[in-house]
């Protein structure tokens, strides 16, 4: 497999996971959320992709290197383009604040709930692009971290950035996977005892095979971070060798299914490539050149 089908795979599939995400809301099977699929001439994405995109623009223009104040600018540009796509509460009132002109974006993520600044999961649901850029990098995850804290404070909202971003690079350079061994290598880099059990937990689970829905109710699907990330990776590592199967287990639960769509879709595409998405679907992807432009030009970038 090649790096850049990986690239590829990594960043539409991050952004196919977050589009079939949105769609299932209300679907009680597989089914009915194919035959949705179908029935649809575009998939629409939400602000997971287009933060996403926000991160790879910034990436791009600075030729690689992590610049929060830069990162945090493209953010707010992007909003102000498309604010209907579904942001979070946080994001925008970081904008506003930078706006004001007094603080720069890391000091105002600080002060974002009541001081204690998010633990959302949108530093994670983004994260497809920095990943698979830094995979070959010993610090991917110190990466992470830098493009977390331009609005994500919190001690989880930084780790779950982290963890993803290790979990997409090490799945991008991957040819074959053990799951429960991946599983506990993430636990022991998280740097969180939250993470730490929550990935321990989520070998656990694949060991006793159970299913998606009591995996769902075990590790959490919902908005905070601790509760979405731990489900994406097991949504991947339930079913590595099929990015159709991993998406499934992924959104057919009831809770935030874009954005554990849009993780489980980086960490998918990242270790089988773009040519396992499903065709029929990349097909419909609103905005799928640009996201091939860019995951063509951070390839580039990485070779450079
Ligand atoms: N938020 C949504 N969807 C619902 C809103 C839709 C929208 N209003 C519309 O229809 O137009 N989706 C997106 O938000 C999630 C990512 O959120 P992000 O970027 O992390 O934002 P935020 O506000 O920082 O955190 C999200 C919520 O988490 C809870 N929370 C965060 N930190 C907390 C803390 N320290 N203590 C307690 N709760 C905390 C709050 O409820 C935040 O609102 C993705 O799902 C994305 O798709
Ligand atoms: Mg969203
Ligand atoms: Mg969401």
């Known amino acids: 497999m090649s790096s850049k089908s990986r690239f590829k795979g990594c960043l539409l599939g991050s952004a196919l996971g977050d589009a079939v995400g949105e769609l299932s809301f209300e679907c009680r099977d597989e089914g009915e959320l194919k035959a949705k699929l179908r029935e649809k001439d575009r998939l629409r994405y939400t602000d997971d992709t287009a933060m996403a995109i926000g991160l790879a623009e910034s990436l791009i223009e600075k030729k690689g290197e992590i610049d929060q104040e830069h990162i945090g600018e493209t953010f707010k540009e992007n909003y102000k383009e498309e604010p209907w796509r579904g942001y ?23 002060t974002l709930f009541g001081g ?70 993430m ?13 321990k937990k989520v070998a656990e689970l694949l060991k006793s095979e159970v299913e998606r829905e009591e995996a769902a109710q075990e590790l959490g699907s919902s908005v905070l971070i601790e509760k979405s990330v731990p489900y994406a990776i097991f949504s991947f590592l339930k079913d590595p060798k099929s990015y159709e199967k991993a998406l499934m287990n992924a959104v057919l639960v009831s809770g935030d299914s874009d954005t554990i769509g849009a993780m489980t879709g980086a960490v998918s595409g990242a270790y089988l490539g773009d040519k396992a998405l499903p065709e029929a679907w990349v097909d419909k992807l609103e905005n799928v050149s640009y996201l091939k432009k860019l995951s063509e030009r951070l390839f580039e970038l990485r070779k450079e």
Do not use: W
Not at 116 to 142: D, H, L, Q, W
């Open 116 to 185: 204690e600044g998010s633990k959302g999961n949108g530093s994670a649901m983004r994260i497809a692009p920095v990943g698979v850029f830094f995979s070959i990098s010993e610090n991917v995850y110190e990466k992470a971290i830098k493009t977390a804290e331009v609005t994500h404070a919190h001690p989880l909202g930084k780790d779950g950035a982290g963890v993803l971003a290790l979990c997409i690079g090490r799945a991008s350079l991957s040819d074959k996977i053990s799951p429960e061994d991946f599983a506990l290598d």
């Open 88 to 110: 979070g509460q946080g994001p925008p009132k970081i904008f506003k604040m930078v706006e004001k002109g007094k603080r720069n974006y890391v000091e105002c993520a600080e």
């Open 187 to 199: 636990a022991e880099r998280s740097e969180t005892e939250v993470f730490g059990k929550k990935l």
